[in-house]
């Protein structure tokens, strides 16, 4: 199992917004069989994650490993890091000039110079199933499999909402990264999930209540290991989400010539399982392959990063 990072060059690349690049060093990990030996998923990371998705620090053990659901026994894994999200030193000050659909045809190029013409399955949460969404649209036969967790084809006006609150207190806090992932953690949990973990206990030592110690906890947590201008970065992206336009969103959706595994989290506030439910509907009308499944929780988007038991029962048909 490879847990080094290794390296591809993806050259002469112009964004959605007609930004050139002459090269860009994407880099990715390989977990489990070697390359060419095995069917190979693609793992697209979340916001703050990177290409670490298996072994002892992977953020995603629980899912990936020997014997796991994802077992790396059985499939090559593939993890790109996300241009500027600073896991191999890369960060972009121009966020602006990228979209979702920019990281999404870096790594469809990546995967060709690879030679990998078809994956077992993309799979990813937020950010990264927005991402899934985007390359099954730009090239429909790429995958079997398309696994979009927690994640919609599109961002939302409410999810675009929180962006840019985000936006604004990266651009004018004295304590950016800190402050705004302290915001963040009030969007990826629910008041239910809170009472339940802290129901209005004090923290003795600091006088404060347990929710508010637990907060800064985060905040500093994440100021440690995150650079400002990949928090920018990839909180832009999370609100450029978006596969096809809205208007022939159905007909473009419908030329995806793979297995569409909808999974939505009853709690979450970010990409309401109601929306991925009328997508699930509309899909369903069409010939395309589409299955809804919800991962019943208190804990809002978080819950694909909890959940493990009720996430493995969904996934563990599709890479049995």
């Known amino acids: 199992m490879n847990q080094e990072l290794s390296y591809i060059h993806v050259n002469d690349f112009t964004t ?61 894994i ?9 896991y191999d030193g890369l960060l972009i000050d121009n966020y602006r000039d990228f979209v979702a659909k ?20 993309i799979i990813g949460g937020s ?8 390359m099954a649209v730009l090239n429909p036969v790429i995958a079997t499999h398309i696994i979009p967790i ?11 909402a929180n962006c840019c609150i985000q936006e604004q207190f990266l651009l004018n806090s004295s304590n950016p990264v800190h402050d705004a992932r302290m915001h963040a953690m009030m969007c990826y949990r629910t008041p239910a999930s809170y009472k339940a973990k802290f129901n209005r206990s004090i923290h ?20 440690k290991r995150f650079q400002l201008s990949a928090y920018k970065m990839m909180n832009h992206l999370l609100r450029t989400i978006e596969a096809t336009n809205s208007e022939n969103y159905l007909e473009n959706l419908s030329k995806i010539r793979a297995h569409i595994h909808i999974v939505a989290i009853d709690s979450d506030l970010f ?6 439910k009328e997508t699930y509907k509309e ?6 392959e589409v299955f809804y499944n919800e991962i019943k929780s208190i804990h809002g988007h978080d819950a694909f990063l909890i959940e493990f038991d009720q996430l493995d029962k969904i996934l563990r048909p599709i890479f049995k």
């Open 16 to 76: 959605q917004s007609g930004f050139h690049i002459s090269t860009l060093q994407l880099s990715y990990q390989l977990f489990g069989l070697e390359l060419g030996t095995a069917p190979v998923v693609l793992v697209n990371h979340a916001l703050t994650a990177n290409s670490l998705v298996a072994g002892e620090y992977g953020w995603w053990n629980q899912v990936i490993g020997k014997n796991k659901t994802i077992d790396t026994n059985n499939f090559t």
């Open 78 to 86: 593939i993890a790109f890091n996300i241009p500027g999200n600073g």
């Open 102 to 121: 920019d990281i999404a045809n870096m790594f469809l190029l990546a995967l060709k110079k690879m030679s990998i013409c078809k994956l077992h399955a």
């Open 127 to 134: 950010l990264g199933g927005g991402i899934a969404w985007e």
């Open 150 to 160: 927690a994640a919609d084809w599109r961002s939302t006006d409410w999810l675009i």
């Open 204 to 223: 003795e030592e600091l006088k404060i209540f347990n929710i508010e110690s637990w907060l800064f906890h985060h905040g500093k947590k994440l100021q």
């Open 271 to 276: 990409f309401l399982a109601a929306e991925n």
């Open 283 to 288: 899909l369903s009308k069409t010939s395309v």
